[in-house]
């Protein structure tokens, strides 16, 4: 019987390959000093997994030359190296190792703010570097008793919090998709109101990189500062505007920055690094050695799994076999997470529960829909560390109970699959069906019916239905150069609109505002599928 085959396509710990090398049964190849391209095209050609970092590509070419390929560990969180939508057509599992860089990564931040507090990296270059003893030059302040505020507080900023605490800082928590108690029960307080943390001393963030959260911090938030506020940033580029940064840095409004990552990494030209106010590391977020040992160990261990078929942990995508899943039901899979994507954008919110209707053949894969809803919904918030094999287990953590309800298909349609979402906040309920096998549509939105592919830039726009509020609304967008591509009406007995407009151009919040103060406006939202 022949050996399955593992391909190691970047270094990783030698505990890692400990594990590997251990297996009688399995083929292991080390070729991390392989050169990218085909050199190592040839390597894979007949490899099972491959296990990979950032270096290694995983591109169309890769995949191409892959042809035995079934699954792939990214060792490490970030995969913006895996082209996961071409593993999905080629049925290939893509999974990547989302917590053993958890410590690492709180430690550095922690690092980074008492380097900020007390200038220490400079102080250290004067004094062994240029051999001047000036300690009047570093006059630092404390972390006791300042006011930490966390941007996202999940696995590395519940403990950043933890460990400001025993600093004795006082700890404010912004992140809208958890519960309070979350934060409360350690002794954090916990707010829905940005501006809260605009007001602390110390601000760091972490949350993951994606649209509601790119550019998080600009000009107008930095406006709102203290002057002399510390930022840290040690979990994804760009989450800080780096134009915006520079400039506050600059002026003095913020005292000090440390910044692990960049909108353009290796960033040795980045203009920050001219500032003598930012501390700055070359994303060291995971580099430990305990850390890239826990990385190494569990991407062998995951790779032995997938290898032999037992489980896919942390997959982020899920292959649709033929031979279980009949044609018809893929479009479906596909819509059902748009739905939990789009509802979770539009009520956003500490999730309560979610509730998954389906009628007609399709019910007899409630199962599997509801796992893509659950998935799409938590990926507003959650980003790469939500899949398809943790998406129950995150959200039974998070306390969001999950209903599966197959009904009789009264609907008019052959099958239909609804999404109800419910937070602290609001309720919405959005329908969909398939047409012509592949054609995907949104046909209900809070009982309004509506006819909308599910696609591209979405303003949902509800209103009291008078004359003259689609030209209001058009004048608006037009005052913002941003281009109407479809437009959706639904009318319900009440008196009500929701109207749903698809749009080639970027919605920005002052765009929405303008939209939200038209006297007939009862709400709008944006969100992007």
Same mark, same amino acid.
């Given at each position: 019987?022949?050996?399955?085959?593992?391909?190691?396509?970047?270094?990783?710990?030698?505990?890692?390959?400990?594990?590997?090398?251990?297996?009688?049964?399995?083929?292991?190849?080390?070729?991390?000093?392989?050169?990218?391209?085909?050199?190592?095209?040839?390597?894979?050609?007949?490899?099972?997994?491959?296990?990979?970092?950032?270096?290694?590509?995983?591109?169309?070419?890769?995949?191409?030359?892959?042809?035995?390929?079934?699954?792939?560990?990214?060792?490490?969180?970030?995969?913006?190296?895996?082209?996961?939508?071409?593993?999905?057509?080629?049925?290939?599992?893509?999974?990547?190792?989302?917590?053993?860089?958890?410590?690492?990564?709180?430690?550095?931040?922690?690092?980074?703010?008492?380097?900020? &507090?007390?200038?220490?990296?400079?102080?250290?270059?004067?004094?062994?570097?240029?051999?001047?003893?000036?300690?009047?030059?570093?006059?630092?302040?404390?972390?006791?008793?300042?006011?930490?505020?966390?941007?996202?507080?999940?696995?590395?900023?519940?403990?950043?919090?933890?460990?400001?605490?025993?600093?004795?800082?006082?700890?404010?928590?912004?992140?809208?998709?958890?519960?309070?108690?979350?934060?409360?029960?350690?002794?954090?307080?916990?707010?829905?109101?940005?501006?809260?943390?605009?007001?602390?001393?110390?601000?760091?963030?972490?949350?993951?990189?994606?649209?509601?959260?790119?550019?998080?911090?600009?000009?107008?938030?930095?406006?709102?500062?203290?002057?002399?506020?510390?930022?840290?940033?040690?979990?994804?580029?760009?989450?800080?505007?780096?134009?915006?940064?520079?400039?506050?840095?600059?002026?003095?409004?913020?005292?000090?920055?440390?910044?692990?990552?960049?909108?353009?990494?290796?960033?040795?030209?980045?203009?920050?690094?001219?500032?003598?106010?930012?501390?700055?590391?070359?994303?060291?977020?995971?580099?430990?050695?305990?850390?890239?040992?826990?990385?190494?160990?569990?991407?062998?261990?995951?790779?032995?799994?997938?290898?032999?078929?037992?489980?896919?942990?942390?997959?982020?995508?899920?292959?649709?076999?033929?031979?279980?899943?009949?044609?018809? &039901?893929?479009?479906?899979?596909?819509?059902?997470?748009?739905?939990?994507?789009?509802?979770?954008?539009?009520?956003?919110?500490?999730?309560?529960?979610?509730?998954?209707?389906?009628?007609?053949?399709?019910?007899?894969?409630?199962?599997?829909?509801?796992?893509?809803?659950?998935?799409?919904?938590?990926?507003?918030?959650?980003?790469?560390?939500?899949?398809?094999?943790?998406?129950?287990?995150?959200?039974?953590?998070?306390?969001?109970?999950?209903?599966?309800?197959?009904?009789?298909?009264?609907?008019?349609?052959?099958?239909?699959?609804? &999404?109800?979402?419910?937070?602290?906040?609001?309720?919405?309920?959005?329908?969909?069906?398939?047409?012509?096998?592949?054609?995907?549509?949104?046909?209900?939105?809070?009982?309004?019916?509506?006819?909308?592919?599910?696609?591209?830039?979405?303003?949902?726009?509800?209103?009291?239905?008078?004359?003259?509020?689609?030209?209001?609304?058009?004048?608006?967008?037009?005052?913002?150069?941003?281009?109407?591509?479809?437009?959706?009406?639904?009318?319900?007995?009440?008196?009500?609109?929701?109207?749903?407009?698809?749009?080639?151009?970027?919605?920005?919040?002052?765009?929405?505002?303008?939209?939200?103060?038209?006297?007939?406006?009862?709400?709008?939202?944006?969100?992007?599928?």
């Amino acid at each position: 019987m022949s050996k399955k085959k593992i391909v190691v396509c970047d270094h990783i710990h030698q505990k890692g390959f400990e594990l590997l090398n251990k297996e009688q049964d399995i083929e292991v190849i080390n070729a991390a000093d392989v050169p990218k391209g085909e050199p190592l095209y040839e390597v894979i050609k007949d490899a099972d997994v491959v296990i990979t970092r950032s270096p290694t590509p995983v591109d169309e070419p890769f995949l191409e030359a892959a042809k035995n390929l079934k699954a792939i560990v990214r060792a490490g969180v970030g995969v913006d190296n895996v082209d996961i939508e071409g593993c999905s057509r080629r049925g290939i599992i893509v999974m990547n190792v989302p917590t053993a860089n958890t410590i690492a990564a709180v430690e550095l931040t922690m690092a980074h703010m008492l380097s900020c &507090v007390r200038a220490f990296p400079y102080a250290h270059n004067q004094l062994k570097l240029e051999r001047i003893w000036k300690r009047e030059n570093w006059l630092g302040t404390e972390l006791k008793g300042k006011k930490l505020g966390i941007i996202g507080f999940g696995n590395i900023g519940s403990r950043v919090g933890i460990r400001a605490k025993a600093f004795e800082m006082e700890v404010i928590a912004y992140d809208p998709y958890i519960p309070p108690e979350k934060a409360t029960d350690l002794g954090i307080k916990y707010t829905k109101n940005f501006d809260d943390i605009l007001k602390c001393d110390i601000i760091t963030i972490h949350t993951p990189k994606n649209k509601e959260t790119i550019n998080m911090i600009d000009r107008e938030e930095i406006a709102k500062m203290k002057d002399g506020v510390v930022l840290i940033n040690c979990a994804r580029g760009g989450l800080y505007n780096e134009d915006a940064l520079y400039e506050g840095l600059k002026s003095g409004k913020i005292r000090f920055a440390g910044i692990d990552v960049f909108t353009k990494e290796p960033a040795v030209d980045n203009k920050l690094l001219e500032l003598d106010n930012v501390t700055v590391t070359p994303h060291l977020g995971a580099n430990t050695i305990e850390s890239q040992e826990k990385i190494a160990i569990q991407a062998a261990e995951q790779a032995l799994e997938a290898v032999r078929g037992s489980s896919y942990p942390n997959a982020l995508n899920l292959p649709i076999k033929e031979d279980e899943i009949p044609p018809f &039901v893929r479009p479906y899979l596909e819509l059902a997470q748009k739905i939990g994507f789009l509802a979770a954008q539009v009520n956003k919110g500490v999730f309560k529960s979610i509730k998954v209707v389906a009628e007609g053949e399709i019910g007899e894969y409630i199962k599997s829909l509801t796992t893509f809803v659950v998935v799409g919904a938590l990926k507003e918030s959650l980003g790469e560390s939500v899949n398809y094999v943790n998406a129950e287990f995150v959200a039974k953590e998070r306390s969001i109970e999950i209903k599966s309800v197959v009904n009789p298909n009264m609907s008019g349609y052959k099958n239909k699959i609804s &999404v109800k979402l419910t937070t602290d906040k609001d309720v919405i309920e959005i329908g969909g069906t398939i047409f012509e096998e592949t054609v995907q549509r949104i046909v209900e939105i809070n009982n309004f019916a509506l006819d909308v592919e599910p696609k591209g830039k979405m303003i949902l726009f509800k209103n009291t239905d008078v004359p003259g509020v689609i030209g209001q609304v058009g004048m608006i967008l037009a005052k913002h150069n941003i281009n109407i591509a479809d437009f959706r009406l639904g009318r319900d007995n009440h008196g009500l609109a929701l109207a749903v407009i698809i749009v080639d151009d970027e919605v920005t919040k002052e765009t929405l505002r303008e939209l939200e103060d038209l006297e007939a406006c009862i709400s709008v939202s944006y969100a992007i599928l």
